[in-house]
């Protein structure tokens, strides 16, 4: 009797399981993660290097940042494009490589929108206009009229060809009527140290890459590209208020793996960086490189893309900027 009992009682058990739903086991990964910075020393690898360690944490595999600069971040997003959609291969993309470059090299290794998968669009800024210190003007006005007086006289840095620093000169000086030579670099680091060292005399750049040599007197902060002006700068003007109407520019910074990326994976990697993002440590410490946090969902970053595409196209066809 008791055997009977058993047996009924395991049958039923059976049953039950049998009946039960699936729970789905959340992707995770089965080696080392690469987080890939198609450029030298900027903000995008600032956030990159943010991000590592807490996302190892999260998701128990060592992650490790890799710069591949070149090409204005081509090179870098080809290499991921092309790397397999495994979730373990991811990209740290910003308006040049996703949006600009498209537009402004005549052939492209990737598609954007169709070789990369978005998982977040990360945080966003406006930039701001900055001076070397031995530069012999102050203000963006006196920087307008003197680059007016003398056309060619004075050259920007850009962080790299087809990026926001270098296309938002171009869209000044075709606003303003200025004549400026355009000296791209590989990255923030090497611009910023030009820019220091009055070889450039000025650039547009994201406050993160600037904002330490602004406190200590050592750049010039002439106007920022924002629609208001910063809280922390309260009386540096807007290049909207001196004027120009229509100058208004964004940079920004966003996550993204190879296209063909499981869907799975994609979503895990969404709400775990979400999640650090979103931490009051990491919200604060960006805050305090004068970014906005975004953390987007991947379908909103994917239409941000197109977005910013159809905008920075625009720009590079009424600049006639192109890749040099």
């Keep these: 009797m008791m055997h009977r009992m058993m047996a009924a009682g395991l049958a039923a058990t059976g049953l039950m399981l049998a009946g039960a739903p699936t729970v789905a086991q959340?992707?995770?990964?089965?080696?080392?993660?690469?987080?890939?910075?198609?450029?030298?020393?900027?903000?995008?690898?600032?956030?990159?290097?943010?991000?590592?360690?807490?996302?190892?944490?999260?998701?128990?595999?060592?992650?490790?940042?890799?710069?591949?600069?070149?090409?204005?971040?081509?090179?870098?997003?080809?290499?991921?494009?092309?790397?397999?959609?495994?979730?373990?291969?991811?990209?740290?993309?910003?308006?040049?490589?996703?949006?600009?470059?498209?537009?402004?090299?005549?052939?492209?290794?990737?598609?954007?929108?169709?070789?990369?998968?978005?998982?977040?669009?990360?945080?966003?800024?406006?930039?701001?206009?900055?001076?070397?210190?031995?530069?012999?003007?102050s203000t963006a006005k006196e920087f307008i009229a003197k680059a007016k007086a003398s056309p060619g006289k004075y050259s920007y840095a850009s962080v790299a060809m087809g990026s926001a620093s270098h296309l938002t000169m171009e869209m000044l000086k075709a606003a303003a009527g200025i004549s400026v030579t355009h000296v791209p670099y590989k990255g923030a680091t090497p611009a910023v140290t030009d820019l220091l060292g009055g070889n450039v005399e000025v650039a547009f750049m994201v406050p993160g890459n600037v904002q330490q040599f602004v406190v200590q007197g050592r750049l010039k902060?002439?106007?920022?590209?924002?629609?208001?002006?910063?809280?922390?700068?309260?009386?540096?003007?807007?290049?909207?208020?001196?004027?120009?109407?229509?100058?208004?520019?964004?940079?920004?910074?966003?996550?993204?793996?190879?296209?063909?990326?499981?869907?799975?994976?994609?979503?895990?990697?969404?709400?775990?960086?979400a999640k650090i993002l979103n931490s009051p440590d990491m919200t604060a410490r960006l805050h305090d490189m004068e970014f906005e946090v975004i953390a987007s969902t991947p379908d909103q970053f994917a239409t941000w893309i197109a977005s910013e595409s159809r905008k920075w196209g625009a720009v590079v066809k009424a600049t006639g900027a192109k890749a040099e």
């Design 26 to 137: 959340e992707w995770a990964p089965t080696k080392p993660i690469k987080i890939v910075v198609p450029i030298v020393g900027s903000t995008n690898d600032a956030l990159a290097r943010l991000i590592a360690p807490k996302l190892q944490e999260a998701l128990g595999q060592p992650v490790v940042v890799e710069n591949k600069p070149g090409a204005g971040g081509n090179i870098g997003a080809d290499f991921v494009a092309k790397s397999p959609p495994d979730g373990h291969t991811l990209l740290v993309g910003y308006n040049g490589p996703l949006a600009i470059n498209p537009s402004l090299f005549a052939k492209m290794p990737y598609d954007p929108q169709k070789d990369l998968a978005p998982i977040t669009l990360a945080v966003k800024t406006p930039q701001y206009l900055v001076a070397g210190p031995a530069a012999d003007f």
């Design 221 to 273: 902060l002439l106007a920022t590209t924002g629609e208001k002006r910063f809280r922390s700068s309260p009386n540096v003007p807007t290049l909207i208020e001196l004027g120009y109407r229509d100058l208004e520019a964004t940079g920004w910074v966003g996550l993204l793996a190879p296209a063909g990326t499981p869907k799975p994976i994609i979503e895990r990697y969404y709400r775990e960086i």
